[in-house]
């Protein structure tokens, strides 16, 4: 009949629609009447019910933040060939996929992932790099590091479309209480370690509040102690990572500094160095890997057939403290400065564990059903002359200045569930790394992410823009029109805005890192920029000057676009979130020794 035919092509041309085709057919035979047609509808339901399946099927997220990656350190921003970064594995990735070419986060760590994991721009959620030591007890809500308390987290959203979460790695969005580690925002299981940085070998937290003798309660009770960094949650249990993850061997420690100079022969990059690598030690990214590995292989729910998974995979490297396993510092013997030869081989250790997870991925038969979303935190850090070792050539500044190379970051979407006629593209539309929790939940079917526990409390609402329209082609333009460049504690310091004469950027006030490195960067001439003012403000005309050479304060011809852009910052302004976080608090010390036996943990309110 006319009615079944006309349903069939349908159902052909818009795979999607299957389910609500079916129930046009049913209404139809209803009507009908009549047995022959009937049988043809039921037919034709058959048909349509088979596919459905395999139709509606939600892709797994796999999501990589990569911490302190330099623009000039990834395989795909060098010459063919480029023999100082090897990054096979990320190379073909951004081959297959899409490379994100305009891509914003903050400038340094903790406000970058505490915006990613709930959806709003940091000036609403945090802009202070705190250790997760701060309590401020007049403000339960607010009053920690990081994200507040009443806010709901990425993986809570995903869960009310079914996913099954998971994280590994650093976390640095908050430690206080249990509502602020991975599980308590979501995360069926997490490996994780809550500060921002720590040692790769033995997972103690690098800067001296690490050590317990920075509070002197701590240490007339526990004497001078490091204390570890490393938490395991799951359905059974969360606590210290003490058992099984950690060679606590004083062999195994290689150093407990964090940005060394000179030579660098004080500060080991592995233990037993300049030996041969001390045996049975455990590099803390390779923990990590070992376990999103495990997690692969089983994943399966009880009825046999996989339910859509959300991996937010966080891992330590690039970051500074420089340490690397052996095999790994060896292949690039041929570098001669050894803050580069230490950064571009643990790069390649990245590249490397993100090749395993790709290969596991196939290996169970999900990688066709996967999305990869990749970004680094922030720039490239080039502060102390270079003893972070990493180079964003040819974008200006680094890390912690909101010049392009601090907040324009690496960034690519790929995996075997992106559409085959969005492989090998770029986008140069502006995306954020807040963008992510709208982004997923529309891949994940997930039509409400309001957060109500947020309003509830009078916390500002989520600014996340669902940019998957644009990813996957529907819309050939980014949804997202502006970024807003935050500043200490909920200020703001300037903004990237697509306007009617291109793409412009306005910052104002005090900016680091105010130059450029060379192509390779560090070396032994290398000097950190200085600082500069903006006054009244610096404009720059990124789309065509993306190197920011050419201030355009006193260009009269955009002198209209410098007065709609100074109307945003001032508009995001008056909207700024900066509650006070209190000190950092001796309890969490005193908690991590005499609780936790040594690691860090929650202490407030347990």
Request: aromatic share 12%; charged share 20%.
């Amino acid at each position: 009949p006319p009615f079944v035919q006309a349903g069939f092509q349908f159902n052909l041309q818009f795979e999607k629609t299957r389910c609500y085709i079916v129930t046009f057919c049913v209404q139809h035979t209803m009507r009908a009447q009549n047995k022959n047609y009937a049988c043809a509808i039921t037919a034709l339901a058959a048909v349509a019910v088979s596919g459905s399946k395999e139709a509606q099927a939600k892709k797994h997220i796999i999501a990589i933040l990569a911490d302190d990656y330099g623009w000039a350190d990834a395989g795909w921003h060098r010459p063919p060939g480029y023999k100082e970064v090897q990054t096979p594995n990320m190379d073909l990735l951004v081959k297959q996929g899409i490379e994100m070419d305009r891509h914003y986060v903050f400038k340094f760590c903790s406000p970058t992932r505490s915006a990613a994991q709930t959806g709003r721009n940091p000036i609403h959620v945090n802009t202070l790099n705190l250790d997760p030591l701060n309590y401020n007890a007049s403000d339960p809500v607010s009053g920690m590091s990081a994200v507040p308390r009443n806010m709901t987290g990425m993986a809570e959203v995903m869960k009310r479309g079914g996913y099954k979460t998971a994280f590994f790695g650093k976390w640095d969005c908050g430690m206080a209480t249990m509502r602020h580690t991975p599980r308590g925002r979501g995360y069926d299981i997490a490996l994780n370690y809550f500060h921002h940085m720590e040692d790769y070998w033995q997972s103690f937290f690098e800067n001296p509040n690490g050590n317990s003798n920075f509070f002197p309660e701590c240490q007339q009770q526990y004497g001078k102690y490091l204390i570890h960094d490393l938490w395991l949650a799951n359905e059974t249990y969360e606590g210290p990572a003490s058992s099984g993850f950690i060679n606590l061997d004083p062999a195994c420690l290689a150093t407990t500094t964090d940005l060394c100079h000179g030579d660098g022969t004080q500060c080991a990059p592995y233990p037993g160095f300049p030996g041969g690598q001390h045996e049975g030690c455990t590099y803390v990214d390779e923990t990590f890997t070992s376990e999103i590995l495990k997690l692969l292989r089983e994943y399966d729910d009880e009825s046999g057939e996989q339910d859509p998974l959300f991996l937010f995979w966080a891992p330590h490297v690039i970051h500074s403290p420089l340490e690397v396993p052996a095999e790994y510092y060896d292949k690039f013997d041929f570098i001669p400065d050894w803050r580069r030869r230490r950064y571009h081989a643990m790069v390649n250790l990245l590249d490397t564990k993100i090749g395993e997870v790709v290969t596991a991925l196939k290996t169970q038969g999900m990688y066709e059903d996967s999305i990869i979303f990749f970004s680094s935190d922030n720039g490239g850090a080039i502060y102390d002359d270079g003893s972070a070792g990493a180079n964003n050539y040819p974008l200006k500044g680094g890390k912690a200045s909101n010049f392009e190379g601090g907040v324009r970051v690496n960034a690519w979407v790929s995996g075997g569930g992106l559409p085959e006629d969005r492989r090998g593209i770029k986008l140069e539309g502006l995306s954020t790394i807040w963008d992510w929790l709208a982004t997923f939940a529309a891949i994940g079917g997930i039509s409400d992410i309001t957060d109500h526990a947020a309003a509830e409390a009078g916390l500002p609402p989520i600014d996340s823009i669902n940019l998957w329209p644009y990813i996957s082609g529907n819309v050939s333009k980014s949804p997202r029109t502006a970024v807003i460049l935050g500043e200490n504690n909920g200020m703001v310091q300037g903004v990237v805005q697509q306007t009617e004469k291109g793409l412009f950027k306005v910052l104002q006030g005090a900016l680091t890192a105010n130059g450029w490195t060379g192509p390779q960067c560090p070396n032994k001439t290398f000097v950190t920029p200085g600082a500069t003012q903006c006054k009244p403000f610096c404009m720059y005309k990124v789309d065509t000057d993306p190197f920011e050479y050419d201030d355009l304060v006193n260009a009269t011809a955009y002198a209209d676009v410098a007065v709609t852009l100074q109307a945003s910052m001032a508009a995001a302004a008056a909207t700024g979130f900066h509650p006070y976080r209190g000190t950092q608090d001796v309890r969490s010390c005193l908690t991590a020794m005499g609780k936790y036996g040594g690691f860090w943990g929650p202490w407030v309110d347990l």
